[in-house]
């Protein structure tokens, strides 16, 4: 069966960096693209990024745009965030999610149990 | 970016009632729309996708509906089950797509 298991959250000082990764399992990660949606503390989700199933095409939320990068290695499939310059907007819990399409549709059928990234000083 | 408002934003309701959500889009979105349950301490799981086709696996008392700018999810029956809190999203202006508020769903 499908399986994203995110691993690499933890508290973060503000200013800092963090990388979090997102093993998968159960299905073919190189024919999907992936994303990565945050959800705030007892809020609503918010997209953060995506990439293409050959990993030639990213792109970002505006909020996270020149801060953030989202990677992929198919050879050992694995999503990863590198996330710089951090600050306690940031604080969430960080999904991956699976694509519905290896053109991205933007609907998410699989989730992670997600990750979270808490930024305090 | 385009605002999705949902509404109510919570429910109660009984076992057996009928249930309709409902997700405004600030424009047209033609039927890019997809929705989401959600319960405590878990992720967000696909339920209707394109408005109206169901995730292999939801259960068919689950039906979506609209186009534009209004779409509704309806449960025909409501379930034990069904308790939490549903996300509309609009996958329209990719990559800006953008999710509503949530409905808290209790039984």
């Known amino acids: 069966q499908v399986q994203l298991v995110e691993s690499g959250g933890g508290v973060v000082q503000p200013g800092r960096s963090l990388r979090l990764s997102c093993a998968a399992s159960g299905f073919t990660f190189s024919n999907y693209a992936m994303h990565w949606v945050r959800q705030a503390p007892g809020r609503g989700l918010e997209w953060v990024a995506v990439i293409s199933s050959d990993g030639t095409n990213k792109f970002y939320a505006d909020s996270v745009k020149g801060r953030f990068t989202i990677s992929r290695d198919n050879s050992k499939n694995t999503l990863s965030l590198q996330m710089n310059s951090l600050t306690a907007e940031d604080t969430a819990v960080y999904y991956c999610?699976?694509?519905?399409?290896?053109?991205?549709?933007?609907?998410?059928?699989?989730w992670g149990q997600g990750t979270l990234v808490p930024v305090s000083s | 970016d385009i605002q999705m408002t949902q509404s109510p934003s919570s429910l109660s309701a009984s076992v057996g009632d009928r249930v309709t959500i409902t997700c405004r889009a600030s424009q047209s979105i033609s039927i890019y729309l997809n929705w989401y349950q959600q319960k405590p301490g878990n992720p967000p799981k696909l339920l209707i996708y394109?408005?109206?086709s169901l995730q292999s696996g939801v259960p068919s008392r689950f039906r979506g509906s609209g186009s534009g700018t209004d779409f509704a999810l309806t449960i025909s029956s409501l379930q034990v089950e069904d308790f939490g809190t549903y996300f509309c999203q609009q996958s329209y202006s990719n990559p800006r797509v953008t999710f509503g508020g949530g409905t808290k769903v209790e039984i």
């Open positions: 394109a408005s109206s």
């Open positions: 999610a699976r694509d519905t399409s290896v053109v991205a549709s933007y609907c998410f059928d699989y």
